[in-house]
């Protein structure tokens, strides 16, 4: 069974929820204003975090004032009525994002919810807060249309990023042809993202990214591994793991053959950057199982991200069926969330 828990089905999906998660929060945050506001904080966790994350990286070289995530209960100190907090999560039941919005709630910030519905919708309904409803039914991850696109558009609207409707039908275009050319249908020999699969196959990879460019999309590739393929894999940026990682590549050399390198490459790298890849790929070739490059399609970088995003999203899928896995069960984290309550 190829499509086993359906999430091919939601990959090919996801420029669709690209456009739906548009239309739905221009509608939803249409006559909100959004005067003096002096950073941004986006609270979330998983798969909910993960678009705030990418949105921040998008627009680290546009972005006027901070912006952060938050992954944890307590927000940061500085956070006070000039804050917009941005509290998204999928299920509307993770207990840090709810704790988080309390603390928001305390320190008088302006907030908006991403949700699906759950305590933290109606938190928002009884506080009169503004909240973004998003489908529901879907497993997080797969839902990540959802949680990037409210921020994208709420960011254009705050003046800190873009999203202008060229960008992205441009990007969603993109994404229409990526999803043809990397679905279950093209076979392997065609299909770079079923040949990566089968490559990481009873491997360890470590995801890289450079910092700011690719360093997010590393982090989902990598959290997509491990909840879709229930594969361990670990991921690090350019430059930072220059001065430090490199060094465990003069260990145990068995251990090291188990070893996969994704580097996930942009156009956009400086020379410096360049330069340390080609120097770290040299000096690490021969110690690891494999090193494979990933460049992606696109002009713009909102087209970029998407085109990674998604490849690494059907590199998981498939990783799942050879591990004969469903990608949909999260058992773990389940467990983990009952046992916490
Ligand atoms: O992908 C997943 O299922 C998880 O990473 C969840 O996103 C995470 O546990 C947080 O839950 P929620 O997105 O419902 O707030």
Redesign the pocket.
Known sequence: ELDKGGMFDLIYKFPDHCIEAVNITKESISGLRFNNIMNVVIT??????IGGDLVRMLTTDRAQIPVIVNRDYKLPAFVDEKTLVVA???????EE?LTAYDYAKTKKAKIIVITTG?KLKEKAAQDEVPVITIPGGL???AALGF?LFPILVLFKELGIGFGKKSDIETAVSLLKRVREKYCPQVPEKDNPAKALAGKLHGKLPLIYGTSNLTDIIAVRWK?QMN?NAKHPAFYNAFPELNHNEIMGFEGDSKLLKTFEIIILRSPNESDRIKKRIDITTDILKEEVSGITEIWPEGESSLEQMLYHIMFGDYVSAYLAILNNKDPKE?DF?DEL?ERMK
């Open positions: 979330g966790m998983g798969g909910s975090a998204s999560s999928y299920s509307g039941n993770t994002t759950g497993p997080p991850r949680s959290g909840e999260i984290i969330k």
